[in-house]
Structure formats: structure tokens, C-alpha cells
């Protein structure tokens, strides 16, 4: 396997609006990477220039440090899983993973090995006679990343692979994936809409917002330190609280109406402040600090927790609360907002 | 709820069934009569009027000749407007709904002027011989068939499916072979069929293309007809019903009942 | 990606359809129009003749009542088939292709048969004392009507079929509920919403009758001449070519006008989205 860098890369189909910008960042060698991002964000755009089934209008994608931008498709020697898993219905399972080989030239008995190792590494070899139209969509989708796999490729790219299947088969698919990546070292770009299934499997995560990159790093810096109010309200942060320069009162502390919040985090150029639903607690014994009134309108039952709507002076707030006996509406709480927890945002 | 099983609706429908299935049924009892005029009931049977059909050399090469021009016309309009349909719906051309309407335009013309323009141009202007030009006309009655059943059967094929040829390491020529045609084969079969089958039966395109030694099957048996009152004419019925039965039988077999009817 | 392919892949076709179909009209319409005594000289001399104006009346007459006929029996019988179980719609549907797919001279000499001086429709009557001398239905306007309607009630069940199983039935369900009829619900819900494969079939039926060479040939015989007869009679019986083309030119904007004119009737009258 190798690594994958794209520099720069831009792409318009019409000549005028700009579906990517600018787009540039590297996967290293044995990395999975996701992109994540709503529909029409260009996350699906970026994964076909780099397969070369799209041309890009400017930049370069490179394996290995070799420019590939002019490669076509067919020559890149790269393994990719598409959403509808695009298995060829007039062949066998066995036919279908064996194609790429045959593109290749091998001899007989060297596809025949080959394709009977792969078909038992993702627990095949029972369907190799079968067609795509008799397995059902986990078989299906073991299939297309046989096919994918079987002629080493120096890159796997994955487009939503798990979003057609059922929640059930889709975390223990995601697991499959995750630890045949790990066994074979594969170098992975894996895009997803899916925020759970994309922080459970990836070394780093891409998040695109309007064909630009607005956060790559690990699951977990993203999760604790968003960028963005984009990225955090991608990730599950639901409360914001927006603030000017003239509310700053030092590096830690913002005064939001009457109430002065304290942060952990440097506050300098924070235009919005944002917490987790469930970093907030209400009537905290010892409510001295970030601590403010305000009234439940409204309440969800999650199963494990209750989920509030409380309206304050300073805002709406989502609070999630763990605690099984229920407060009704219209009472008056004490909300507090620990300081390690409210971060900080600087779009 | 006016569903299959309203009676009133099933008898109404059944009556017209009948009726579009009686007269075929009629002549293929006529076809059987001793009597040398077609009429009912019939008062003997007789195969004499099948061999009557071998006796006219018009039927014979009709026959032939429009056995040849409708398999050259069906495989021409497969061969140039497959690839046709393959640029519109896979490559991102300019304007490719108007010329998706430029391939079908031929059916908005009336046949008999198709006939007749053709006639003029190709074979009195241009000196083609009766023979190709016959077969061009042919060709322009299977086109928009071609056009239209392949244009959908692309259009509701996966497109990513070949891209993932392309990704296995299949250039884009092999993989229209490898890949694209034989997941589109059941409508090739189809758009064949209907091509075969309209061009073996037509008559306004065949009646101007003819010349001394080259008569189509169809005008030849318009031509006996208006001659001739006899059961004869049942009895070449009977065996192009036949005809007609076999290839839908043979394409039943090939690709399924349910793409023949959709 | 590679246009140049594309256009290589496009262009036999393109030539195909320009050089023999539109050089041929080209070809036979610049002469028309070529005449000494003015542009229209020669269609206005066609359209002075009553005799012409006779031919392109019967042409009108008999494809607009072969509309309403096919129409009046085609829509029950497709919603009919069209609600049977897949089995039996498939086999149901081949048989209604079975008659599309066999050669117009057997289907038409099939009401010879039936229509003639001693065909079966006037032993019938003659044997039940109706009438006293056999009917001339054979080589009538009526006989033509009957000869299309037989030919182009397959195309208008084949094209509503589907329409008709794409129906979404609990919206007549509902209609039900309201407390309509079945009737009602035929012509108040149903219909409404084959708007546009009804209007499809009568593109194609009006279209086919109107142009239709072998039916009126078949069934019509010499006196009851349509157009598309009168442009093979004035080509190939009396040779007079440049007739021939003035015929050919006005079907040819008749047809084409009276498809505009359906299609703009159809965007008019089919409320639905587009993409529904």
C-alpha cells in the first residue's frame, strides 16, 4: 500500500460555481481517513477525482510521491467500494472478484489461488457460484471488497459502503472493515455522512463543508476541540452561544448579559461558545460558577436520560440529563456550564 | 372498487379480448375450406391451400428477400444506434435531448412518405440500387426502436457498475463489451425483436423499393390479394401468425415474458 | 470524459437519419415550391380541387372517430388487465401483443372476411331476416373505420397498461371512503390520471390512421381514397411526382402539427409534477 497526497485540488463542471476548493491534505501509508459531510458537501466529488473517474479542474493527486492526475483510471491500480456496491450481475462471485486479475493478465491457476485466498478472507468461499442478485446486502458488500482487495491495490477507496444496509449489520460490518484494514495495513479514504460510524473507524477524520476542508485531525480532537460551529453541530454539540469582541473581558472570562462565563480554553477571537447537551448540569449542589436561572419548556425521553429544552436570560439551551426521575415543564432550574467543557469557537 | 373482480368490467373487457382475438381465429379456420372463396362455415378440410403457397414464386422469394432486408436492417440499427445511445447516456454531450429527438425523428415522418421521399432520392437521384435502398429504409424504421429501448435499459443501468470495471483495470472499450453489453442484452434482444418483426412486416417502405426482380413478402400477398379471392391468402396468414408466434417464443425463451411486455 | 469518442460513436447515426431521411424530404419539397405562377402556386391548386379536399376530409373523419372508438374500448380493458395479478397481466399483455406483432395484411384481410358481400356479418343478419339483400360494408368509410380501429386498439392497451399498474390504488380507496361510486371513481379518479397515457395513445392512434397506407388499401379500394393511398396513386399509378410531394408535404404538417397540438394539450391538462 502507499500514501496519498492531494494538493490543491479544484473542481467546477460548469466553469463558473466552485463544488471543490482548494482541497488539500495527505493519507499515510496503512492510514484509514474519512471524509465526513453532509450531502453535496463534494466529499463524494474528491473521492472520484482521486479514483480518476472524474477530471479534476486544477491541483494534483499523488501516490507515493508520484503525480497520477494524468493516470487514467484503469491504470492506477486502486480498489473502490461504491455505495451500491456496483457488483457486475451477469457474473458469479467468483467471476466478479476474479475481473480485476483477469485485467491484469494473470494466468489461470494464479487467479484460482488468489481469488479462493480473498474469498476466504472475507468469508466467501461458500458463495462463489452464486450471482449478486441472490446474496443479500452484507454478502454483496464482502463481495465488492473482495473485488476491491484482490489485486493489492495501492489504495482503497470506500463511498458510503455501509449506508445501505441495516444499523445491525452496519456496526459489525464497520468492525470487518476496520480490523481487515489493521490485518492488511491498507491505506483507506473512507467517505461517510455518518459521524458515528466515521469517529468509530478512523486514524483522522476530514470534515468538508462547502467543497473547503474545515477540520482534518483525529476522532478524538475533533470531538473535544471542534473548530467550528459547523464542526460541532456535525459532531452533536446543540448549544451556542454567540458572543462579540466587546463581551470578552479577559483571555478566560465572557460576560453573556448578566452572566459571566468562564472558559478553560484561551477565548481570543471566540465569536460563539458551544457546549455538549450533556456537559450541562442542572441544580448542582455547589452552582457557584457559570452557573444561571432558567425555565424547562419542553422534554424528550431518550432511554437512558431525559433531554430538556430550558429557555434563560442568556439563551435556549439542549440539556441531557442522566438522572431517571423527570422534571416537568415550567419549572425553574439552575443551569450550570463547567468551564472545561464550554469551548470556545472561532467560526 | 372497480378492480379485476367487477364483474361488470370483466365482461366488458372480455368481449373486447374476443374481438381482438376472433378475426385471427377466423382465418385460420377459413385457411382450411375446400371451397376456392373465403367463407363461413367452412364445408370440408383441406391442406391444399398451404401447398398453394409454394406454387407462387412471389411468395417464395417475397419471403426471402424479406427474411434478408429485415435481419440486415434490425443488425445495421443495433450496430450504429447502440453506440449512439451509449455516447448520449454515458458521455456528457451538448444537447443530447435534442439529439435523442433527432434519432427518433423518423418515426413523426409518415412511412409512406419515408417510402416515397427515399424512393426518389436514393434510388432515382442517387442511383443506389433498390436492394440497399430498401434496406436504408428499413434501417430508418428500426432505428427509433433501437433508440428508445436501449436509451432505457442504459438509463436504468447502475452507471457505477462499469466504473468499477474501470477501476479493476478495464479500459473503457473493454469494459462497453465486457460490462455495458451484456447487462443492456435483455433490451438488445427486445429493440432486435421489434426491429425484425416491423421491418418483415412492412408494407409503405416495401412497395416503393421494388423492382422486377426484388418483391418483399407483404406487398406480394396485398398484390394476391387484390387478384386473387381465395383461401390461399388465409392459409400464408396462418403461417406468418405462426412466424410471428415463434419469434415471440424465441424471445420469451431468451430474455423472459416480463421484458417482452414491458 | 473523451469527447472526441463520443462524437465518433454519435455521428453514423447522425448521418444515417440526415442523409436518407432528411435530404430525401429536402429533396421533394424544394420542387414544390419552385413552380412559375408563385411559392404556394401548387398547393393552392391542390387545395382548389374538391376532390382533394374530399380525400383530406376522410382522412380527418376516419382517424378522429378511430381515436374515439380505440379510446372507448381500449381504457376499460387496459384497467381491466392492468389489475390483474403479474401472471396473468403478462400473459394477458402478450396476447394483446400477439395481434400488434402480426403482418396489417392478415389483420385487415381478417374483416374481409367478416365484413364481405358474403362475409359473416351479412349471413348473419340475412339468416336472422334483418335485412333482405347483403350490406355493402365492405369498401366503405366504415369498413376503413373498423379495419383501424382493429389495428390500433393494441397500441392504445399496450400504452395505458402501464400506467394503469402504476396507479396508486388507495387513492381511489380513499375516493371510496368519500363515497363515490365506482362509476364516479372511474371518471372523476381514474381517468384523470391516465391523462397522459391516454393522450399518448391518441398521439399514436391519430398519427398511425392518418398516415396509414395498408388499411385504407385493404378496406377502402378505390373510391374511398385517404391520403396516404393518394400519394402512392399519384406516384406510381399516374406518375405525376410532383403531386405526390405537395400530399406528402401537407401529411406531413398535419401529423406533425396534430402531435404539437396533443402534446401542448397534454402539458396543459396533466396537473401532476413531472417527475412524480
Known sequence: MANLEVQNLAKSYDGKTKVLKDISFAVNNGELVSILGPSGCGKTTTLRIIAGLIPETAGQVLVNGKDITKVPVYKRNFGMVFQSYALFPHMNVFDNVAFGLKMRKLDKSAIKKRVTEMLATTGLSQLSKQFPAQLSGGQQQRVSLARALVTNPELLLMDEPLSNLDAKLRLKMREEIRDLQQKLKMTVLFVTHDQQECFAISDKVLIMKQGRIDQFDTPQNIFHHPRTEYVARFIGYDNFITVTAANRQDEHHIKVGETVLNTVEPNQDAKVLTIRPENIHLNLADASENSFTGTIMSREYLGQSFKYAIHSAIGDFQVEEARQKMRSSGEEVTLTLPAKHLHPLSE | MLDRKNKTLTVISIIILALIMLPLILVVITSFNTQSSISLPITGFTLSWYSNIFQQPDFISGFESSLIVALIASISALVIGIPAVYALTRYNIHHAAWFQSFFLSPTLIPEIVIGFALYQAAVITMRIPVFIGLIVGHFLLCLPYVIRLITASMLLMDSHIEEAGWICGCSRKKGFFLIVLPNIKASIIAAFMMCFINSFNNIPVSLFMSGPSLTMLPPSILNYLQNNYDPTVSAISVLLMIFTALMMFLVEKAIGIKNITE | ?276
Open chain 3, 1 to 276: 470524459m473523451n469527447r472526441k469518442t463520443a462524437v465518433w460513436l454519435l455521428i453514423p447515426a447522425f448521418l444515417g437519419v440526415l442523409v436518407f431521411t432528411f435530404f430525401p424530404l429536402i429533396q421533394i419539397a424544394i420542387p414544390t415550391f419552385q413552380s412559375k405562377s408563385g411559392f404556394f402556386s401548387l398547393y393552392t391548386q391542390f387545395l382548389k380541387s374538391s376532390f382533394n379536399w374530399a380525400v383530406i376530409g376522410r382522412s380527418f373523419l376516419i382517424a378522429i372517430v378511430t381515436v374515439i372508438v380505440v379510446l372507448i374500448l381500449g381504457v376499460p380493458i387496459s384497467i381491466w388487465i392492468g389489475r390483474q395479478k403479474t401472471v396473468v397481466r403478462q400473459i394477458l399483455n402478450l396476447l394483446i401483443l400477439f395481434p400488434m406483432l402480426t403482418n396489417a395484411v392478415v389483420r385487415n384481410f381478417a374483416w374481409i372476411i367478416i365484413l364481405g358481400h358474403d362475409g359473416i356479418v351479412n349471413k348473419t343478419l340475412l339468416a336472422l331476416h334483418l335485412i333482405k339483400s347483403p350490406l355493402n360494408i365492405l369498401y366503405t368509410n366504415t369498413s376503413i373505420i373498423i379495419g383501424s380501429v382493429y389495428l390500433f386498439l393494441p397500441i392504445m392497451i399496450n400504452s395505458l397498461i402501464g400506467s394503469v399498474a402504476e396507479l396508486n390504488v388507495e387513492i381511489e380507496e380513499a375516493a371510496a371512503v368519500l363515497g363515490s361510486s365506482p362509476w364516479r371513481t372511474l371518471f372523476k379518479v381514474i381517468i384523470p390520471q391516465l391523462t397522459t397515457g391516454i393522450l399518448t395513445g391518441c398521439i399514436l392512434v391519430f398519427a398511425g390512421t392518418m398516415t396509414a397506407y395498408t388499411t385504407p388499401e385493404i378496406l377502402g379500394g378505390n373510391r374511398h381514397l385517404v391520403m396516404a393511398t393518394l400519394i402512392y396513386q399519384q406516384a406510381m399509378t399516374l406518375g405525376n411526382w410532383q403531386n405526390a410531394s405537395v400530399i406528402s408535404l401537407i401529411l406531413i404538417v398535419i401529423s406533425a402539427l396534430s402531435m404539437w397540438l396533443m402534446r401542448r394539450l397534454s402539458h396543459h391538462l396533466d396537473r401532476r409534477p413531472i417527475n412524480a
